[in-house]
């Protein structure tokens, strides 16, 4: 089938977006490709149908924001809200990814090679995330589904206010978050874990990952606390 | 909002082309701060005994038409400064013998509409409200030449839009800052600094994280030890990026809630508040991209 090329000095990211956005059957098994990304945003935004995006270059904000079903291939970086809000499909990035890296994201799998910011999956709700790198602070804030998994450092305050996502990490916890704490790694988590580092083509011990989850103190006010959490 | 770009050119060989490498860096960052533009830019530092301060002529009735000429010749005969004067439209750059405080003090008699940008050795400085294009158009930046430079694209969210208030800010000599973001106490800032003696041109937030990493310098903090000191004076979201004579230093907040990418060679380092304005330069295919961490003090030198 034939390849669709985007080269974004001469393509604006509108004619882009709008090719993306035609019928998912006559989209189906197509190969895109961007050249020349330089930094543009909202590359590749609001995909609903089953292709193969390659970006090859670095991506600017919200770059495969609100995907659905596409496979999208970032070759260079991604910065702010990479695949915020996912629905499905794959989002990778070969590269870094800045701050809030697959927020809200609904489902789907983000993939993010190297490091990525401040704020990786807050609020997820239900996609999972592995990042090969490390994550910085407040990463996993009040995600409320989902799972994690981070094969670097996580920074200050991991999981803060989370609900039912769970996060593993390999490497050193700057710090937690609020009523985020570390449970002992069951079969089940060595399982997610494989499963997720198999997703991602990336090769870790499993059991080497801690487990971080939610003590569940902050579900139901406490008065007697006195705001002191 | 607004767009912070910076570039340090490590290869001599490309000093001749600062603007022309300098311009789409600024430009790039039309969306993040389109009212109004600034640059400074940093040449080989004048001998020792000899000053230049970077003029502008807006604020006056004759604006672009000002006649410098004849300010640098009574100048030159109430302070025998020997003193030129390099004009570019509602710009000068007046260079001279002696120290700043005089000829600043001259000005602030016989030509009190005169805004002072910049003083120092090495630094001259351009800014002005327009688009950056326009600003850019109207000074000829393309055509500098230097080592390194500071920029900056405007969004204005606390101060308003005004010449005087466009970044880069300065304080001292040879020391520009500029931010993309907003302090939520530069009044405190200012209180503390006032009764030192140090004096505001303007109630921008941004002057007054300049003056108050000027003064920890003047008072004999070195670079990163001022910005370490800034990250619990100064309150807010920021990324600051400053200027010296030989060397760019970057801090953003701990929570970097303001962008900031960083790309470097062998030639260069290069940095903006977003890659957009980095996509052009030679050579950034292959460069070292990255992000710089939250409350880490980066200085890179020449």
């Known amino acids: ?229 | 909002m607004c767009g912070i770009v910076g570039l340090l050119l490590k290869n001599h060989a490309l000093h001749g082309r600062l603007g022309e490498l300098m311009v789409p860096m600024l430009t790039g960052m039309t969306d993040r701060g389109p009212d109004s533009a600034g640059m400074a830019v940093f040449t080989p530092p004048l001998r020792d005994g000899r000053r230049k301060i970077s003029l502008y002529s807006g604020l006056t009735d004759e604006g672009a038409g000002y006649d410098w000429h004849r300010l640098v010749n009574q100048l030159n005969s109430d302070l025998h400064a020997d003193a030129d004067v390099a004009t570019n439209g509602n710009h000068a750059i007046v260079t001279f013998d002696g120290a700043v405080a005089p000829v600043n003090g001259w000005l602030t008699t016989h030509a009190p509409k005169i805004h002072v940008m910049s003083a120092g050795r090495a630094m001259d400085l351009y800014k002005d409200v327009g688009r950056p294009a326009q600003v850019a158009q109207r000074y000829g930046f393309a055509r500098l030449t230097g080592s390194h430079f500071v920029g900056h694209t405007r969004m204005a969210t606390e101060s308003a839009v005004t010449p005087d208030r466009a970044h880069p800010f300065t304080a001292g000599e040879d020391f520009c800052l500029v931010h993309n973001g907003s302090l939520s106490n530069p009044y405190a800032v200012r209180r503390m600094l006032e009764p030192r003696g140090i004096r505001f041109d303007t109630d921008n937030d941004t002057e007054a994280a300049c003056r108050y990493l000027e003064w920890r310098l003047r008072d004999g903090d070195d670079l990163p030890t001022a910005l370490q000191r800034g990250l619990e004076a100064l309150d807010g979201f920021y990324t600051f990026l400053m200027g010296t004579p030989d060397e760019l230093a970057l801090i953003r907040d701990p929570f970097a809630c303001k962008p900031a990418v960083v790309a470097e060679t062998d030639d260069y380092v290069a940095i903006s508040s977003e890659f957009r304005s980095l996509a052009h330069l030679p050579g950034v295919r292959h460069a070292h991209v990255f992000e710089p961490a939250p409350e880490r003090v980066y200085v890179w030198k020449h």
């Open chain 1, 1 to 229: 089938m034939e390849t669709l090329s985007f080269d974004l000095t001469r393509d604006t990211v509108r004619q882009l977006n709008q090719r993306l956005h035609a019928p998912a059957a006559e989209l189906a098994g197509r190969e895109v490709r961007i050249f020349n990304p330089d930094g543009a945003h909202n590359i590749a935004v609001g995909l609903n149908a089953p292709v193969r995006v390659t970006v090859h270059g670095h991506a600017g904000y919200y770059a495969a924001g609100m995907n659905q079903l596409a496979t999208v291939l970032i070759e260079g970086s991604a910065s702010t809200g990479v695949a915020e809000n996912m629905m499905s499909g794959t989002v990778r990035v070969k590269g870094f990814a800045s701050n809030a890296a697959g927020a809200s994201a609904h489902g789907g799998l983000l993939v993010v090679d190297g490091d990525a910011g401040l704020r990786c999956g807050i609020s997820l709700k239900g996609g999972d995330i592995v990042v090969g790198g490390s994550v910085g602070s407040f990463s996993g804030f009040m995600a409320q589904a989902g799972r994690i998994v981070i094969c670097g450092d996580a920074g200050s305050a991991l999981g803060d206010s989370l609900y039912e996502a769970v996060i593993y990490v390999k490497g050193d916890i700057a710090s937690l978050g609020a009523d985020a704490q570390i449970e002992p790694l069951g079969e089940c988590d060595v399982a997610v874990v494989q499963e997720l580092l198999g997703a991602a083509g990336l090769s870790h011990d499993a059991r080497a990952f801690k487990r971080v989850a939610s003590a569940r103190s902050l579900y139901h006010w406490n008065a007697e606390a006195e705001q002191e959490y």
